[in-house]
């Protein structure tokens, strides 16, 4: 059975602090892919990564960043410089590969992630 | 710009109601969801499909059902709604293009059911 844990329930930093959310998963598949979403209080989830499980280099993209550790199990999510509007909940996702995306995703709790000017 | 609705934003019923959520996508998506959302949960997958009057259930079932007549449009149905479905419901689709990868889900703005 899938699983993804984010330990973290909920952190609060002042603005223009980094801040890393943690993700760890368990899945017994060879291939499998590892998805973030972000949940601002509007309530619609938004896309923010995919990454599959041959693909280990981490990934920035301005100031956010992943670093994916196979040997770890852990799909991590840096905010750098954070600022205000980055406040949200934030999902980590698995999804094990079917051959053409017809599983759904497994998602963690959530990291309820509170930016504080 | 891609775009999954649902039908209502806020839903309030009454136990023992017939409840239907529905959800239409505009991107020509083969697949379609149901997750429900609880808090200190995260979300949990109720049922999916991948084809036209097609249904596969998730993790959490109990309770519900689907229907998929249209390629764009993918009911959840609520037979006999209890309070322990009171619940953010997200329904969210995603293309089967390119067989050897999984592509990302996009999601509808939700729909908050109160069932009394």
């Known amino acids: 059975a899938q699983k993804v844990t984010q330990a973290q329930t909920e952190i609060s930093v002042v603005e223009k602090e980094d801040v890393t959310l943690d993700c760890v998963y368990e899945?017994?598949?060879?291939?499998?892919?590892l998805f973030w979403y972000k949940q601002p209080p509007s309530g619609e989830l938004v896309f923010l990564i995919r990454r599959n499980s041959f693909d280990e280099q981490n990934e920035i993209s301005g100031r956010y960043s992943w670093n994916f550790q196979k040997s770890t199990s852990s799909f991590n999510f840096t905010i750098t410089a954070s600022q205000v509007v980055d406040s949200a909940v934030y999902f980590c996702?698995?999804?094990?590969?079917?051959?053409?995306?017809?599983?759904?995703?497994?998602f963690g709790k959530g990291t309820h992630l509170i930016i504080q000017p | 710009d891609v775009k999954v609705t649902q039908s209502s934003r806020y839903l309030v019923k009454r136990t023992g109601e017939k409840v239907f959520l529905e959800c239409v996508q505009d991107m020509d998506h083969e697949n379609m969801f149901w997750y429900r959302q609880d808090p200190g949960l995260g979300l949990r997958l109720i049922y999916f499909s991948y084809d036209v009057k097609m249904k596969e259930k998730g993790d959490i079932p109990e309770g519900y059902s689907v229907s998929r007549e249209k390629k764009e449009r993918f009911s959840l149905i609520l037979e006999s709604a209890s309070t322990n479905q009171t619940s953010m419901y997200l329904c969210?689709?995603?293309?089967?293009?390119?067989?050897?990868?999984?592509?990302?889900?996009?999601f509808g703005p939700g729909t908050r059911l109160t069932v009394l």
């Open positions: 996702a698995l999804s094990d590969y079917s051959g053409g995306g017809a599983d759904g995703l497994t």
């Open positions: 899945t017994r598949d060879t291939t499998y892919y």
């Open positions: 969210a689709s995603n293309s089967r293009e390119g067989k050897s990868s999984y592509n990302e889900q996009f």
